[in-house]
């Protein structure tokens, strides 16, 4: 007979789990695997709370396994670390982001783009290497290979830094390989929320010429004063976006949501580039003619390998880049959720594990 959660491992865990399509999280007790000779244990200090949390809480990409401990911006301190661990000690400032494994063997990871290894391992509601299920941050410790795991500057407040290891990677990620990355280019950010936020800081700290795209005109003070972008789109003006036709280089696309792309696609110059790293779960229309006609390229981009990671929170301490948070108590999860519906964050919350985790037992 099939152990249950608290019993398939020694070590005693405790998190927030949802346990159907409702979605809703209530205390949870489960395991984690003993620390393995290239394991790095470490205390759960703060997790952000990422869309995603949200598609897979639901199902809503079909792919969610019951119960779910969500959370994949991870940040903590270690408390043990494995025989053959070299590059980390109790006491270090580390996190875990969207994966804890993959074959180590295939292209993408001899390339360091282990992100895109066909046996990647999801932090949370995946099968791991011993057949058991992950589960995520919202949780009071993790365990995972020193290879998955992410150096935190000492710059860096974790609660802030926490969602860099997903939002952060998201966007630096394509800005990088895409060539989106050179001083004076003219980027564009679609949607300001969790990813967007962030993307703007990345863009400007690249030396680029940032325009934020949005269906909230409201945000556009927001996105100018606070973040720093140059300007400002209300995506359903049109007369603003047919006078913004074919003046950016590249737009970085965070939306989650259905939304057009025709219009957005009108703004990339001739050979610009498109990428989407929102994940909404129907499919866009994308029209043949918007692409043709300028050479232009639509792609995505998915989180990064495990080395670009850590360039990211080193270019990102570098340049005083972190998430604008809202820290909640493990207890308002719920509501969290239910506002991040709403859009109503600025711009991510973050779980506050480490002082709130124990007083809801």
């Known amino acids: 007979m099939a152990k249950s959660p608290a019993e398939e491992h020694p070590k005693k865990a405790f998190g927030w789990a949802a346990r159907d399509t409702s979605g809703v999280l209530s205390p949870f007790k489960f395991s984690r695997r003993e620390t393995g000779e290239n394991d790095v244990a470490f205390k759960v200090l703060y997790c952000g709370i990422c869309h995603s949390d949200l598609h897979m809480l639901k199902n809503e990409w079909g792919n969610t396994i019951y119960p779910i401990v969500p959370g994949h911006e991870i940040a903590g301190e270690v408390t043990e670390v494995g025989s053959k661990v070299k590059n980390f000690k109790v006491g270090d ?34 099968k791991d290497s011993d057949g058991t299920i992950t589960y995520g941050g919202y949780s009071d410790c993790m365990v995972a290979d020193e290879h998955f795991i992410v150096r935190i500057p000492d710059s860096i407040p974790l609660h802030a830094g926490a969602p860099l290891l997903c939002a952060g990677i998201t966007v630096y990620s394509p800005l990088r390989y895409y060539g989106l990355d050179k001083p004076g280019m003219q980027i564009g950010v679609v949607g300001l929320g969790g990813l967007g936020h962030v993307a703007v800081k990345f863009a400007k700290a690249l030396g680029a010429k940032v325009t934020v795209i949005s269906t909230s005109p409201n945000k556009k003070q927001e996105a100018i004063e606070r973040l720093g972008a140059d300007s400002f789109l209300v995506s359903r003006d049109q007369e603003q976006m047919q006078a913004a036709k074919g003046t950016l280089d590249g737009i970085i696309d965070t939306v989650s949501a259905s939304h057009p792309l025709l219009p957005l696609l009108s703004l990339v ?85 480490g002082n709130t985790m124990k007083a809801s037992t």
């Open 93 to 126: 400032r580390v996190g875990v982001g969207c994966m804890v494994g993959s074959c180590r063997s295939c292209d993408s990871c001899s390339n360091d783009l282990e992100n895109y290894c066909p046996k990647m391992i999801l932090t949370y509601s995946a």
């Open 269 to 353: 110059k001739t050979h610009g580039k498109f990428v989407l790293v929102g994940a909404p779960e129907k499919p866009l229309e994308v029209p043949a003619f918007a692409l043709i006609g300028g050479r232009k390229t639509l792609s995505g981009s998915c989180i990064g390998g495990m080395k670009e990671t850590q360039e990211m929170i080193d270019f990102a301490a570098k340049h005083n880049i972190t998430a604008d948070v809202e820290v909640i108590p493990i207890a308002d999860v719920n509501t969290a959720m239910e506002r991040m519906i709403k859009q109503d964050v600025k711009y991510r919350f973050v779980i506050d594990i």
